[in-house]
């Protein structure tokens, strides 16, 4: 590996509440157009559930020069219309190469790939079982089958959708649509999914397997997503995500996809990119202790920013700006706002500290990559957004957040997230001249 060769991000493929597209969206934080409504689902016609979250409109896939070949032929294998997630991140994936300049149509292209999602086609999964297991029972045959009859009638017609299920399956999906045939994976380490493809990215670019690499991410939210969330305290029923504040109760869900290019720097400069920032490195580290609750009291999350403060060959005094992971639970956030005081003090006056998901919601698996893109469109329109719902900042987090939208040059800002299972996480971005 070479580790001094240099990895920039060359394109951006945001899609979400705010808009579609790096112009529109970064537009639409400006805006503060968060597009919170009211998510609400029916059982056999009459309502079941109905929750807050922050939605995208005016999609349509059609806009976003799809493979249509590629895309019949995933119809056709999954025998029914792919689920909007992965819609959204093929978009997301379409929108950073356009915003790249580079070309994938030929089968030479040396672009690698590297895709992250909690649970693409999961729940789809969960559904068809689930009714096929209802209507099966409640038919006319279903009190006299066998346990054997039950489980062989269930298998037919569902095997292909658990198959599906599998992760390697959007890869392949997705690598077919947009002709990649380099080294790829698929990383699924929860909320901080998008921190680890960073990484992951960067290093098949260094070790020489790509020249770039596109990550991708997304996110579509479901009713049974929600309940479990609900059901575990963590969800705010009245819409608002409120991180470091006294009335702090939960986070909602945002629908996204995301989309970054990650590219060797001597290959960016040969073809003229625009270039919106370097990666500097991560830093990585599994508390390995709980699932739902991160261990209070804990060093693992301050020692996942120094590690990535190390890779970067960076002090801590550089870091201009940090967006932690921000979820609005008072357990979580105590936790983040100890490593945060733990690496820069208490209440520093740097880094500066906002946070996003009150803008875009959580994505869940794709949250650290929608944010890591808003942080670089942040230092590219040298424009720090401030934390919206920060009414009543709690004093026991030692931390203040931005207030107001702050228009001023950001050299290196840091990515933070502290994910379900202890994946805590941490990179840094710098400022490219």
Same mark, same amino acid.
């Given at each position: 590996?070479?580790?001094?060769?240099?990895?920039?991000?060359?394109?951006?493929?945001?899609?979400?509440?705010?808009?579609?597209?790096?112009?529109?969206?970064?537009?639409? #934080?400006?805006?503060?157009?968060?597009?919170?409504?009211?998510?609400? &689902?029916?059982?056999?016609?009459?309502?079941?559930?109905?929750?807050?979250? *922050?939605?995208?409109?005016?999609?349509?896939?059609?806009?976003?020069?799809?493979?249509? $070949?590629? /895309?019949?032929?995933?119809?056709?294998?999954?025998?029914?219309?792919?689920?909007?997630?992965?819609?959204?991140?093929?978009? +997301?994936?379409?929108?950073?190469?356009?915003?790249?300049?580079?070309?994938?149509?030929?089968?030479?292209?040396?672009?690698?790939?590297?895709?992250?999602?909690?649970?693409?086609? /999961?729940?789809?999964?969960?559904?068809?079982?689930?009714?096929? @297991?209802?209507?099966?029972?409640? !038919?006319?045959?279903?009190?006299?089958? $066998?346990?054997?009859?039950?489980?062989?009638?269930?298998?037919? *017609?569902?095997?292909?959708?658990?198959?599906?299920?599998?992760?390697?399956? =959007?890869?392949?999906?997705?690598?077919?649509?947009?002709?990649? *045939?380099?080294?790829?994976?698929?990383?699924?380490?929860? %909320?901080?999914?998008?921190?680890?493809?960073?990484?992951? +990215?960067?290093?098949?670019?260094?070790? !020489?397997?790509?020249?770039?690499?596109?990550?991708?991410?997304?996110?579509?939210?479901?009713?049974?997503?929600?309940?479990?969330?609900?059901?575990?305290?963590?969800?705010?029923?009245? !819409?608002?995500?409120?991180?470091?504040?006294?009335?702090?109760?939960?986070?909602?869900?945002?629908?996204?996809?995301?989309?970054?290019?990650?590219?060797?720097?001597? *290959?960016?400069?040969?073809?003229?990119?625009?270039?919106? +920032?370097?990666?500097?490195?991560?830093?990585?580290?599994?508390?390995?202790?709980?699932?739902? =609750?991160?261990?209070?009291?804990?060093?693992?999350?301050?020692?996942?920013?120094?590690?990535? #403060?190390?890779?970067?060959?960076?002090?801590?005094?550089?870091?201009?700006?940090?967006?932690?992971?921000?979820?609005?639970?008072?357990?979580?956030?105590?936790?983040?706002?100890?490593?945060?005081?733990?690496?820069? !003090?208490?209440?520093?006056?740097?880094?500066?500290?906002?946070?996003?998901?009150? &803008?875009?919601?959580?994505?869940?698996?794709? @949250?650290?990559?929608?944010?890591?893109?808003?942080?670089?469109? @942040?230092?590219?329109?040298? =424009?720090?957004?401030?934390?919206?719902?920060?009414?009543?900042?709690?004093?026991?987090?030692?931390?203040?957040?931005?207030?107001?939208?702050?228009?001023?040059?950001?050299?290196?800002?840091?990515?933070? %997230? %502290?994910?379900?299972?202890? &994946?805590? @996480?941490?990179?840094?971005?710098?400022?490219?001249?």
């Amino acid at each position: 590996m070479d580790n001094n060769k240099r990895v920039v991000v060359t394109g951006i493929g945001p899609l979400a509440s705010p808009g579609i597209g790096k112009d529109a969206f970064w537009q639409g #934080l400006l805006d503060k157009n968060t597009g919170l409504s009211m998510k609400k &689902y029916d059982m056999d016609g009459a309502p079941w559930e109905e929750f807050y979250a *922050h939605v995208i409109k005016g999609f349509d896939y059609r806009k976003f020069d799809l493979d249509e $070949t590629a /895309l019949t032929y995933i119809r056709e294998w999954k025998e029914e219309e792919p689920p909007v997630d992965l819609y959204y991140m093929m978009a +997301a994936i379409s929108l950073a190469f356009e915003d790249s300049g580079l070309d994938y149509r030929s089968d030479d292209n040396n672009i690698g790939m590297v895709l992250t999602h909690e649970n693409m086609n /999961l729940i789809p999964f969960m559904q068809k079982i689930t009714e096929m @297991s209802f209507d099966t029972l409640m !038919g006319e045959t279903g009190a006299s089958l $066998t346990r054997k009859q039950f489980y062989e009638t269930i298998y037919r *017609h569902c095997l292909k959708s658990g198959y599906d299920a599998q992760s390697f399956m =959007t890869l392949f999906h997705v690598a077919k649509v947009f002709n990649i *045939h380099d080294y790829s994976l698929f990383i699924n380490n929860a %909320c901080a999914s998008g921190l680890y493809a960073l990484e992951s +990215a960067a290093q098949m670019i260094k070790c !020489g397997q790509s020249s770039a690499v596109v990550v991708a991410a997304s996110d579509y939210t479901e009713v049974y997503k929600y309940l479990w969330f609900r059901d575990i305290g963590l969800y705010s029923e009245d !819409g608002k995500t409120r991180p470091f504040c006294t009335d702090s109760n939960g986070f909602v869900f945002g629908d996204a996809g995301i989309g970054i290019m990650l590219e060797d720097l001597e *290959h960016a400069e040969k073809r003229g990119s625009n270039i919106y +920032a370097e990666y500097m490195g991560g830093g990585f580290s599994l508390e390995g202790w709980k699932v739902t =609750t991160p261990q209070i009291g804990s060093d693992s999350y301050s020692e996942a920013m120094m590690k990535a #403060l190390k890779q970067g060959n960076m002090d801590k005094g550089e870091i201009d700006l940090i967006c932690p992971h921000g979820v609005g639970s008072q357990a979580i956030d105590y936790y983040e706002s100890k490593a945060i005081t733990d690496v820069f !003090g208490v209440d520093p006056e740097k880094p500066l500290v906002t946070t996003y998901k009150p &803008y875009v919601g959580h994505n869940l698996g794709g @949250s650290a990559l929608l944010e890591a893109a808003i942080l670089l469109l @942040s230092i590219k329109n040298k =424009t720090v957004l401030p934390a919206l719902n920060y009414q009543n900042p709690d004093p026991k987090y030692k931390l203040s957040l931005v207030k107001e939208k702050l228009d001023i040059e950001i050299d290196t800002a840091m990515k933070m %997230c %502290c994910a379900f299972a202890g &994946y805590n @996480s941490a990179v840094v971005f710098k400022r490219f001249e």
